[in-house]
């Protein structure tokens, strides 16, 4: 059964950081990885789609990373700002395409 | 067109009550999703409709019943709900390749009082 963790849990930082937040899923065998942003009681908002034949993807101040035989993913956030706060979260599919597996979370506050 | 539209953001139900979540996208995705989400954890899935029919139950109790009319449209049915069924119900849905981001909606919170 994919199990996947996120670390840090919580992050604070001032703004103009750049940041790295980590993903990690025990079962290779992935059909792709997505990352999540979600604001507090809101849905989730797309950020990054990494399918597996690929290494990273990027979106502005976002780049998405994806090591499958290692099983993990990294978020980097260039120049934080404090409309970042929010919770993110990654999502594993698997090889059947039917369901995604979701970490719990990295809680980001950017500080202005 | 990237929109999941969920309707009514807000609902409180009584245990007795019988109510329906609606959920509807035009982006032609013959996936679509039910999850939970309870307060500060993950989304957790519910069912998964492929092709207007229902390929995963993830065990959920009988007092939801899912309904997928049609390509774009995904019910949940509510039934003789309990206070701990109160949480976020995100509907999503993606195609069905590889290339399947998956697209959510802002969710129902639900009350059971």
């Known amino acids: 059964k994919q199990e996947v963790t996120q670390i840090p849990a919580a992050l604070s930082v001032p703004e103009g950081e750049n940041l790295v937040l980590n993903c990690s899923f025990t079962d290779s065998a992935i059909y792709n990885l997505q990352w999540f942003r979600q604001d507090p009681g809101k849905g989730l908002t797309s950020l990054l789609l990494i399918q597996s034949s690929q290494r990273e993807q990027t979106s502005g101040r976002l780049n998405a990373s994806l090591d499958k035989s290692s099983g993990r993913s990294t978020l980097y956030i260039a120049a934080s700002q404090p409309g970042d706060s929010a919770t993110y979260l990654c999502a594993v599919m698997g090889n059947y395409g039917q369901n995604f597996v979701f970490g719990p979370g990295t809680r980001l506050s950017v500080l202005p | 067109d990237t929109e999941v539209t969920q309707t009514p953001k807000h609902l409180v139900m009584g245990m007795t009550n019988k109510k329906s979540l609606k959920c509807e996208q035009h982006m032609g995705h013959r996936a679509m999703y039910w999850y939970k989400q309870k307060a500060k954890k993950p989304p957790e899935l519910m069912f998964v409709?492929?092709?207007?029919?229902?390929?995963i139950n993830e065990s959920v109790p009988s007092r939801f019943s899912p309904e997928c009319p049609n390509s774009s449209l995904l019910n949940l049915h509510l039934h003789a709900l309990q206070p701990e069924d109160s949480a976020l119900y995100l509907c999503?849905?993606?195609?069905?390749?590889?290339?399947?981001?998956?697209?959510f909606g802002q969710g129902t919170r639900l009350t059971v009082v």
């Open positions: 409709y492929s092709y207007e029919k229902l390929s």
């Open positions: 999503a849905s993606s195609l069905l390749t590889q290339r399947a981001e998956a697209f």
